[in-house]
């Protein structure tokens, strides 16, 4: 067995003044003055009864802070320089909202040598060595309000207007103002619970006085980093324990994550996909193998991932793939699971608790779901942007410290891209940012083939999913299994198509304007950028879209009003077959008329290339602008909506034809529409 603590090493050399501070503690909160060596001697050889001795009823959670105190701080002497040294100032960190008052408490209570008085207000003319002490209050949910932040600044800068030693207590996630971090000396940060810590409170406790006993109790302890991410009860409810041995092995059972360290799932391969998403996945494995097996420096390659789209597209599923296929854990955390844990300092140390995992069981991949959840410091919305500050500061901390270890590698997933703080996506923290989208029909067969293997051709009924995301059809076929069940019928694919066809939800005119839509797109397209610059068209039953190049390269004022025309190249298809528009160009954020909204106000306020001319006008406050501008946008996009329908016109029969051929294949990738695209050229020679 091998001993974490070689005789020679034990023990530690803060280990006195731990000791001094923690029977101050016991005399300032009891009647008369206690012994020193009354239970805080190891040596004496005694053993001894902790309930017997009194030790369950000395605060528990005050022992553990004193000690973490003198392991960080110690020893007494260099303390005692900063807190008596007139001018002094000393920032700590490291501390989570929740723990403040604790260390106010303790420092009050013969944390600092006993001539000197913790002040939290600055006495104007004290008759005893002063401490001023700084700290943010919190509310209840541990969060520091913006009030309280300001507060806060407003304190110390009052601190550091007397002489006295000033101690500021800076929580984790709380930033400063530029000008106090300016002028403050470097934090020392607050020692985390590690396995020094515990054993040596462990031998104060339980008087551990024999080598081979605290041996014993070592290799029972979890590891530095999972200690330190143990949430506060946990770490008390096994101090309860009546020998150390016992209390080692509590700490063990509470270190194991809450969600298994999964390896479970499909792989790159039986997905399928050749999405830019699923390049990216396969490229990271690659990678990932390669440092596995020594072929690259861990800091050579790209460990960093984060998939955007709607929501329902298969982004775990391919994080979990891309773990799988490179043979290597994955720890899966959400911000909502965050959250659920508490408060901030609960959800912080939910958060910490994460990567601890990941770190300990290298190489692993830490993939974090709803990433958009955390919103951007710079959001508009001012409510709980306190909270919202802290909990990115935090997370950014994590990442950096994550990605700094070998085997260490990140995946993320979101639906709204444009919400994410931009330090949490630029490169070096999500090296790549890839949108996976729904899926092609060959992806569509091989779902299928995963359900009916003994299916000889599924490409025909894949055709009835195009246009759904995995999640839509694998409710779709978890529906027909279960009617299937519940007839005492053979779940066959001819089954399924039964099914499919009987829950067709939209009419065939409403297919066929979806398909009239998308070929407008795909002809527009092609007459401006070329026929390589559309990659996918896909007529749903509830919708469609087409995968293209944008127009925009070097944003001048020609490509800006090639991309508005391919945008309402649609609209302009539907009036020109059918008479009139349907409502299918708009929608949400990454429908056709809120992208060409979103760009001509880009093009008059922040391009210099509108009717502002070069002047810069931000992002516009959609609740601020005038019905005069709302006008000049409306007639800007029928414009080129009209302009589009004027291209469209002189090749009216190929657009029925194709939109046609669209409602039979359902979907069309750029070698299949090549003979369609191409007979636009031949159309214009005549």
């Keep these: 067995m091998t001993q974490y603590f070689p005789p020679n090493d034990y023990p530690p050399v803060w280990r006195p ?107 104007h003319r004290p008759s005893e060595p002063v401490l001023q002490l700084c700290k943010p209050d919190t509310q209840y949910s541990g969060e520091v309000s913006t009030a309280m932040q300001v507060a806060f600044e407003n304190r110390i800068t009052e601190a550091l207007s007397f002489p006295a030693p000033v101690l500021i207590l800076l929580p984790d996630g709380l930033e400063l103002s530029a000008s106090l971090k300016r002028i403050l000396p470097e ?40 200690l330190a991410q143990l949430d506060y009860p946990s770490v008390i409810m096994a101090l309860r324990s009546p020998s150390a041995l016992e209390a080692a092995r509590k700490l063990q059972n509470m270190a194991r994550p809450d969600r298994s360290v999964r390896k479970d799932g499909l792989t790159l391969e039986e997905i399928g996909g050749s999405s830019a998403a699923h390049r990216a996945a396969a490229a990271l494995v690659a990678d990932i193998q390669a440092g596995k097996q020594g072929a690259a420096r861990w800091s050579e390659i790209p460990r960093s991932l984060l998939f955007y789209g709607e929501p329902g597209t298969g982004k775990t599923v391919l994080a979990q793939a891309i773990a799988r296929s490179a043979d290597v854990a994955i720890v899966i955390a959400s911000v909502g699971e965050w959250q659920a844990k508490g408060h901030l300092g609960d959800m912080l140390s939910a958060m910490l608790r994460t990567f601890s995992d990941a770190g300990g069981r290298r190489p692993c991949i830490v993939f974090i779901d709803e990433v958009d959840s955390f919103g951007a410091r710079d959001n508009r919305d001012r409510h ?37 703080d931009p ?60 009617a299937a069940r519940r007839e005492g019928t053979r779940f066959t694919a001819e089954y399924l198509a039964a099914q499919l066809s009987a829950g067709r939800s939209e ?84 429908s056709d008329l ?51 329908g004027d291209l469209l016109q002189p090749h009216r029969s190929l657009l029925e034809r194709l939109a046609a051929e669209l409602l039979v294949r359902r979907e069309m990738n750029a070698e299949e529409l090549q003979p369609w695209l191409i007979q636009l050229r031949a159309s214009s020679k005549r």
């Design 423 to 482: 330090a949490i996506r630029r490169p070096g923290r999500f090296d790549q940012i890839v949108e996976l989208g729904r899926p092609p029909l060959e992806q569509i067969v091989r779902i299928l083939q995963r359900e009916l293997p003994e299916a000889v051709d599924l490409t025909r009924l894949a055709r009835h999913c195009v246009g759904q995301t995995p999640a839509q059809i694998d409710a779709t076929l978890r529906a027909a299994k279960a």
């Design 594 to 644: 809120a992208q060409a909204t979103h760009l001509q106000m880009f093009f008059d306020r922040q391009a210099g290339l509108g009717i502002h001319g070069p002047a810069w006008l931000g992002e516009p406050d959609i609740s601020r602008i005038s019905e005069k501008y709302w006008d000049r946008v409306r007639v800007k996009l029928e414009e080129f909506e009209r302009m589009a």
């Design 507 to 590: 009419p065939p005119v409403v297919e066929r304007r979806i398909a009239v839509h998308e070929a407008g797109h795909a002809l527009i397209t092609s007459m401006l950028l070329g026929t390589a610059a559309i990659e996918r068209v896909v007529v749903g039953q509830e919708d469609g879209h087409t995968i293209r190049r944008s127009a925009i390269r070097e944003a001048t004022l020609a490509e800006f009003e090639r991309e508005m025309m391919m945008h309402m190249a649609g609209r302009a298809a539907e009036r020109l077959v059918l008479g009139n528009v349907s409502a299918g160009g708009g929608g949400g954020q990454g």
């Design 17 to 123: 003044y731990a000791l001094t501070l923690a029977r101050r503690l016991r005399e300032s909160v009891a009647p008369g003055p206690v012994d020193e060596v009354e239970f805080w001697d190891v040596d004496s050889g005694r053993k001894r009864d902790p309930q017997a001795d009194g030790i369950m009823d000395t605060h528990l959670g005050r022992l553990l802070m004193l000690f973490r105190i003198a392991a960080s701080f110690g020893p007494e002497e260099r303390f005692q320089n900063q807190v008596r040294r007139p001018g002094g100032v000393t920032v700590w960190t490291g501390i989570k909202p929740r723990e403040l008052p604790g260390i106010e408490y303790l420092l009050k209570h013969g944390g600092v040598p006993l001539d000197i008085r913790v002040h939290t207000r600055s006495p």
């Design 187 to 226: 934090a020392e940060r607050l020692a985390a619970v590690d396995r020094t810590i515990m054993l040596t409170l462990f031998c104060e406790l339980y008087n551990l006085s024999d080598t081979e006993e605290r041996t014993t109790v070592a290799h029972h302890l979890p590891d530095d980093a999972t």
């Design 384 to 420: 709980n942007s306190n909270y919202r500050r802290q909990v990115i500061n935090t997370l950014l901390r994590e990442i950096d410290k994550f990605l700094a270890l070998e085997g260490a590698i990140l995946l993320g997933a979101c639906n709204a891209l444009d919400t994410l």
